[in-house]
């Protein structure tokens, strides 16, 4: 999105249908929740961690809107997470007034991405995760961890939606 931080990531290896990606370290700051569906975590989640980034810390700081918001989602309980800044270091993020949301560093990971349009939903989430599946077991590559969908527009953003669904995967640089 035009004016919007974006999480670098680079291609390393284009599939048919799906990429390889290499993403450095990023900061997040997330949000971890008992609900199971995407509607559940999107809406509850994604008003936390807004409050958060538009002043709802100790600090009263506004931070800058970024993409893509992540979300895992699983049985055992899911997340939501905003990328920060990489303008604002992560000691000095301010302080969330909302215990439950957490600031953390990722490792740098190898990812499996599959991208695509509209308004996501539940379904459009498990048929692309099942088609990335497919891929993976088709190009022999080992895939872990739970899948994780990534959401680039703004609500408001009715044509040309990104989203993906992406893995970490086994690979050598």
């Not at 957490?102 to 990812?111: F, G, I, M, R, S």
């Not at 527009?153 to 990104?162: Q, S």
Request: aromatic share 12%; charged share 20%; glycine share 8%.
């Amino acid at each position: 999105m035009a004016g919007i931080y974006e999480q670098p990531y680079q291609v390393i290896k284009k599939l048919p249908g799906a990429e390889i990606r290499f993403y450095p370290p990023a900061v997040l700051a997330t949000v971890i929740s008992t609900a199971r569906s995407f509607r559940e975590v999107g809406n509850s989640g994604f008003r936390q961690l807004a409050n958060y980034i538009f002043g709802g810390n100790r600090e009263k700081k506004k931070m800058a809107m970024t993409a893509p918001v992540h979300m895992r989602l699983s049985e055992q309980g899911s997340s939501m997470s905003f990328v920060m800044s990489p303008d604002i270091p992560m000691q000095q993020l301010p302080t969330p007034n909302q215990s439950n949301i957490q600031l953390e560093k990722t490792n740098a990971e190898y990812v499996a991405a599959i991208r695509f349009g509209g308004y996501a939903s539940d379904k459009d989430i498990r048929t692309y995760t099942d088609q990335l599946t497919s891929i993976l077991q088709q190009q022999g590559i080992r895939h872990f961890g739970n899948f994780r969908y990534l959401g680039y527009d703004a609500p408001y953003r009715f044509i040309g939606r990104r989203n993906e669904v992406i893995v970490t995967v086994e690979w050598k640089a």
